[in-house]
């Protein structure tokens, strides 16, 4: 199985403030990973596709970037709704993994 | 496109969890068909997936227990897992993976689904 690695696991931030996630695996995907945003009861909702697309609908201060092992998620201007708990997954091949998540507080 | 899930949310050890996902709004064709669970406090694990023609794939972890099985003339695919544990308390979603880049971009509701004597 590829094991996804997010870091942090949890960070505090505040309105405005810029925010990179990182998330590693531990063998090249290409550029098969995906970024979903979840919130307390609700079912994660996707962000970013194929490492750097912006998902339809979803606000242009979300980006992702990288490659093979190496991907980020950044939040430009961190808004009140953006508070929530953030997943990568890899779609290379099965099992599809996720990482283990990475809460992002006030 | 909706995705509303059902199924018994209380089991007993040893028993055998079933949950059925509609789909409205899409056909069944271009899409993997799947299944993900949630621990309480944890985070995501994919149970499998399925598409139009009955293709499945089963995470090794839970292969021997799960089946997945779709009815296209209801627009409807379903979970089977056997022999249930403490440890398969979950939150259960059924998702639609779109075929290029297996991103999941529907989700239904959720189902709790708790196995305890």
């Known amino acids: 199985d590829i094991h996804m690695t997010q870091s942090p696991s949890s960070l505090s931030a505040s309105v405005g403030d810029r925010v990179t996630i990182t998330c590693r695996a531990t063998?090249?995907?290409?550029?098969?990973l995906n970024w979903y945003q979840q919130k307390p009861g609700k079912a994660p909702k996707v962000l970013i596709y194929?490492?750097?697309n912006l998902q339809s609908g979803v606000p242009s201060r979300f980006s992702g970037s990288g490659s093979g092992t190496d991907f980020t998620l950044t939040i430009t201007s961190l808004q009140p709704e953006d508070f929530a708990t953030y997943y990568c997954q890899q779609s290379y091949n099965n099992p599809r993994t996720f990482g283990q998540g990475t809460k992002v507080e006030i | 496109v909706q995705l509303q899930q059902w199924g018994t949310g209380l089991l007993k050890p040893s028993e055998t969890l079933s949950l059925t996902c509609g789909v409205s709004?899409?056909?069944?064709?271009?899409?993997?068909w799947t299944w993900i669970r949630q621990p309480p406090g944890k985070g995501l694990e994919w149970i499998g997936d399925?598409?139009?023609?009955?293709?499945?794939n089963y995470n090794p972890s839970l292969k021997s227990r799960v089946t997945i099985s779709i009815d296209t003339s209801k627009n409807q695919f379903s979970l089977k897992l056997t022999s249930l544990t403490a440890a398969d308390t979950a939150v259960y979603y059924c998702a639609r993976g779109r075929q290029q880049w297996l991103v999941y971009d529907y989700w239904g509701q959720g189902t709790l689904v708790t196995a305890s004597s």
């Open positions: 194929a490492a750097s």
């Open positions: 063998q090249s995907i290409a550029m098969y």
């Open positions: 709004g899409e056909s069944f064709t271009s899409y993997y």
């Open positions: 399925i598409n139009h023609t009955g293709g499945t």
